[in-house]
């Protein structure tokens, strides 16, 4: 099918025009580079991996430099006979700026301990479904993220083969993708009103004298994801209204969400905003510029003062709804709608999620949880 790209338009990013990328008018994810060296024109298609706008566009920005780095270059022919250790060497190269120092450790490391035995000395021409059988049969006992890991060595490898034209399929099937079992991913807290205040009382008390990371918490605690709160801004917040936006930008759903703010997170964010440095709520101590990015190394202290080990930011969600199952007038739309999810089977019934509404009515019963 002819490229129409009438079908792309450009993109900013922090407000500025992105050189040589444009995005597919409707999937946010698909975009396209057009790079223009020595009288001629390159372009090519890329699909960034599911996330916040922001996120694709900026993985889409350094895969665009990339591919204006080697455009028009002539590139070296590959012996089609070349072993998967040494297409390997030449794939790690071609990976290692994208992947990051920790993922590139990790990924070398899973290679080693459970692919390279298998298929490495191979022609990579020859490797079979059969042998990712073997190596799959090999790591059965890890767990579902650690086998998942395989699929992340393997599935871009070949990709990358078949684009070089080593092999013209993979060998990687759909037999050998792993899969969500959604039964086995249920995450119900027991006893989840108990540690709901648990986990309360350890973020009020332990961070009494630090108000900016006593209402991340807090916001965590009310059903936001990490991102969403650490990159909120004044402006998405209503003090008057009692209300506050997640835009789509830093929104997994890819589209702008509007709460209700609990009384809770209404004072704190009045006194906060006291302090005011930034355009962010949680602006990073070192620099007002720009926001925080984790909030990781305060864990351990709400770990000790809860007395609950298996404390993240991301498990408060978890808690959270199990404990609002159940209470009255909360349904399975309301907890799918406070936390910001857009694929429910609810859906199908309803129009939209009115989130606003439904966080209205979570804080009501949160607050009698906490009487």
């Given at each position: 099918m002819?490229?129409n790209?009438n079908?792309?338009?450009?993109?900013?990013?922090?407000?500025s025009?992105?050189?040589?990328?444009?995005r597919?008018?409707?999937?946010?994810?698909?975009?396209?580079?057009?790079?223009?060296?020595?009288?001629?024109r390159?372009?090519?298609?890329?699909?960034?991996?599911?996330d916040?706008?922001?996120?694709?566009?900026?993985?889409?920005?350094f895969?665009?430099?990339?591919?204006?780095?080697q455009?028009?270059?002539?590139?070296?022919?590959i012996?089609?006979?070349?072993?998967?250790?040494?297409?390997?060497?030449r794939?790690?190269?071609?990976?290692?700026?994208?992947?990051?120092?920790?993922n590139?450790?990790n990924?070398?490391?899973?290679?080693?301990?459970?692919?390279?035995?298998?298929?490495?000395?191979?022609k990579?021409?020859?490797?079979?479904?059969?042998?990712?059988?073997?190596?799959?049969?090999?790591?059965?006992?890890?767990s579902?993220?650690?086998r998942?890991?395989?699929?992340?060595?393997?599935?871009?490898?070949?990709?990358?083969?078949?684009?070089?034209?080593?092999?013209?399929?993979?060998?990687?099937l759909?037999?050998?993708m792993?899969?969500?079992?959604?039964a086995?991913?249920?995450?119900?807290?027991?006893?989840?009103?108990?540690?709901?205040?648990?986990?309360?009382?350890?973020?009020?008390?332990?961070?009494k004298?630090?108000i900016k990371?006593?209402?991340?918490?807090?916001?965590?605690?009310?059903g936001?994801?990490?991102?969403?709160v650490?990159?909120?801004?004044?402006?998405?917040i209503?003090?008057?209204?009692?209300?506050?936006?997640?835009?789509?930008?830093?929104?997994?759903?890819?589209?702008?969400?509007?709460?209700?703010?609990?009384q809770?997170?209404t004072?704190?964010?009045t006194e906060?905003?006291?302090?005011?440095?930034?355009i962010y709520?949680?602006?990073?101590?070192?620099?007002?510029?720009?926001?925080?990015?984790?909030l990781?190394m305060?864990?351990?202290?709400?770990?000790?003062a809860s007395?609950?080990?298996?404390?993240?930011?991301?498990?408060?969600?978890?808690?959270?709804?199990?404990?609002?199952?159940?209470?009255?007038?909360i349904?399975?739309t309301?907890?799918?709608a406070?936390?910001?999810?857009?694929?429910?089977?609810?859906?199908?019934?309803?129009?939209?999620?009115?989130?606003?509404?439904?966080s209205?009515?979570?804080?009501n019963?949160?607050?009698?949880?906490?009487?």
């Open positions: 002819a490229l790209t079908d792309y338009e450009f993109v900013k990013l922090n407000g025009p992105v050189q040589s990328l444009k597919h008018k409707k999937d946010k994810s698909k975009f396209l580079f057009t790079i223009n060296k020595n009288k001629k390159y372009r090519e298609i890329y699909t960034a991996p599911k916040t706008l922001a996120a694709m566009i900026k993985m889409a920005k895969e665009c430099e990339k591919f204006r780095n455009a028009g270059m002539v590139r070296e022919e012996n089609p006979n070349i072993s998967v250790n040494d297409y390997w060497e794939f790690k190269e071609y990976k290692k700026s994208s992947w990051g120092k920790s590139e450790r990924m070398k490391s899973f290679y080693k301990n459970h692919i390279k035995d298998i298929i490495g000395s191979k990579i021409k020859n490797v079979t479904s059969a042998d990712i059988d073997d190596i799959m049969n090999k790591i059965k006992h890890l579902r993220r650690s998942k890991v395989a699929v992340e060595v393997l599935q871009p490898f070949f990709t990358r083969a078949i684009r070089e034209r080593l092999i013209t399929t993979s060998p990687l759909e037999d050998h792993i899969k969500r079992i959604a086995e991913e249920k995450k119900v807290v027991l006893d989840a009103t108990t540690k709901y205040k648990l986990i309360h009382n350890a973020i009020n008390e332990e961070f004298d630090d990371v006593r209402t991340a918490f807090l916001f965590g605690l009310s936001r994801r990490l991102t969403e650490l990159t909120l801004e004044w402006s998405d209503d003090l008057k209204s009692k209300s506050y936006q997640i835009r789509a930008d830093n929104s997994k759903v890819n589209s702008t969400m509007t709460f209700a703010l609990n809770e997170l004072q704190v964010l906060l905003k006291k302090q005011r440095d930034s709520i949680f602006s990073s101590n070192r620099n007002s510029k720009i926001h925080m990015t984790k990781s305060h864990y351990a202290t709400i770990r000790e007395q609950l080990p298996e404390f993240t930011f991301h498990w408060m969600r978890n808690v959270l709804v199990s404990a609002l199952a159940g209470k009255e007038g349904d399975v309301d907890l799918s406070l936390l910001g999810h857009n694929d429910t089977g609810t859906l199908k019934k309803y129009l939209s999620l009115q989130r606003e509404e439904s209205k009515k979570a804080a019963a949160i607050e009698k949880i906490l009487l």
